[in-house]
């Protein structure tokens, strides 16, 4: 299959450019000694098509005894090898909405069939002892073991590779992190006007993910604290007068995801909870003073390190950053002793223009509430940009009679 094809208007569709950065990428590979990089993470191949993937599998792969498992190549310095492998259904989609990729091969049922269709691909390129870039976490053992045959190669660790790639957003990407970011906010605050005395945590995820879906965001998660209770998960714990409200929540627009927690308090907060969330809000606002492109993760850390030293509650105080992008914890990965459990890899680098931080200061406390804000923040070649800024003070929730349609 080809690019050339016309589609039922009988006008040839045109191949869109490169969705990312050639060069970029190019230097990475060589830096890692790639030859080719087989990629078969979906928001990589995603990625790397320029946010084409087929609409049945948006939310499932799995159909009957195989999944869906789309393949792109990349060939080092040679864009024109390029190659995607994907199911026979693909080839619709593809016909309306062409690729950039110059061969593409959209005949597989199953995985089977894409692991000779990706060995024949491979072959054809001379590429049987390459140094072949594979993403493990998500490479089946249907396409890992018939790699085998190919003697001669080399299977390398190709994530950190395509993490780099992915770590500068564009500025479509900035657009689209900046929209998600907004909406749930916006999510965060009606279901802070809506709430009351007796509901519960599990109504909050509901609401949110229903608030969410209203505004066009895919809705990922909602993790729910009310009071002080550190297990966020949604359950049965329910308001009553003078109880906090922390919804931390993320969603997805286009498989960029915005990830931000704010707080709400039935009736209005107390002066220990206006000082405790004055409190985290320093730390955050901290920790994006040294933001700026050349500055690094470290000294993101020590700002924060200090302004936590100067507040009452010292290491009560949980504080973290990360990269986000299309993956929640990606490249710049700062953190260290991350919970997650990957390496600061990028701790000590500068930091580039575009690059998108989030970052989450925590305080649980038996009489105040756990009390927390997550802010999203995209650096610039000056300084760094909040994205969705709005409604991070307290929000007050009604603590009389029910509003509004339960």
Same mark, same amino acid.
Not at 132 to 149: Q, R, T
Not at 252 to 265: E, F, H, P, S, T
């Given at each position: ?200 945590? =599990? /109504?909050?995820?509901?609401?949110? *993910? &229903?608030?969410? !879906?209203? +505004?066009?965001? %895919?809705? #990922? ?114 953190? =260290? /002793?991350?919970?997650?459990?990957? *390496? &600061?890899?990028? !701790?000590? +680098?500068?930091? %580039?223009? #575009? ?52």
């Amino acid at each position: 299959m080809t690019n050339e094809r016309s589609t039922t208007t009988g006008v040839p569709p045109q191949t869109p450019a490169m969705p990312f950065d050639q060069q970029r990428l190019d230097a990475a590979m060589r830096a890692a000694g790639l030859d080719v990089i087989v990629a078969t993470a979906p928001y990589d191949v995603r990625y790397l098509l320029g946010g084409y993937r087929h609409h049945y599998y948006v939310n499932d792969d799995a159909l009957a005894l195989t999944r869906y498992q789309p393949i792109v190549g990349y060939v080092a310095g040679a864009p024109q090898e390029a190659f995607f492998i994907g199911n026979w259904m693909d080839a619709d989609p593809l016909e309306l909405h062409p690729i950039w990729v110059p061969d593409v091969r959209a005949e597989s049922p199953d995985g089977r069939a894409s692991a000779r269709l990706l060995l024949d691909a491979l072959r054809a390129r001379g590429l049987d002892g390459a140094a072949i870039g594979i993403e493990p976490p998500f490479l089946s053992l249907e396409l890992y073991g018939p790699l085998g045959e190919l003697s001669g190669a080399r299977l390398l660790d190709a994530m950190p590779v395509l993490e780099h790639l992915r770590a500068v957003k564009r500025p479509h990407e900035l657009q689209l992190m900046r929209a998600v970011s907004e909406r749930i906010v916006e999510s965060m605050e009606a279901v802070y006007a809506r709430a009351s005395v007796g509901d519960s945590s =599990l /109504d909050v995820e509901r609401w949110m *993910a &229903a608030e969410q !879906r209203r +505004r066009g965001v %895919e809705f #990922g998660f909602s993790f729910v604290a009310i009071g002080a209770d550190r297990n966020r998960t949604p359950s049965l714990a329910r308001l009553v007068p003078g109880s906090t409200l922390s919804i931390d929540s993320a969603g997805k627009i286009d498989g960029y995801i915005g990830d931000l927690a704010r707080m709400g308090v039935v009736g209005g907060p107390s002066d220990g909870q206006v000082e405790a969330l004055a409190a985290v809000d320093a730390v955050q606002l901290a920790a994006r003073a040294p933001l700026r492109a050349g500055a690094t993760g470290a000294q993101l850390y020590e700002a924060a390190t200090s302004a936590i030293a100067e507040t009452p509650y010292g290491d009560r105080l949980d504080f973290i950053a990360h990269g986000i992008g299309v993956v929640s914890h990606e490249a710049p990965r700062l953190a =260290l /002793d991350a919970p997650h459990g990957y *390496a &600061a890899a990028h !701790r000590d +680098r500068p930091l %580039e223009a #575009g690059m998108v931080v989030s970052i989450e200061t925590t305080l649980a406390d038996p009489q105040l509430g756990y009390v927390k804000l997550e802010d999203t923040v995209a650096v610039t070649a000056t300084g760094c940009v909040g994205l969705g800024d709005a409604a991070r003070g307290w929000n007050i929730i009604n603590d009389g009679e029910r509003r509004g349609t339960r």
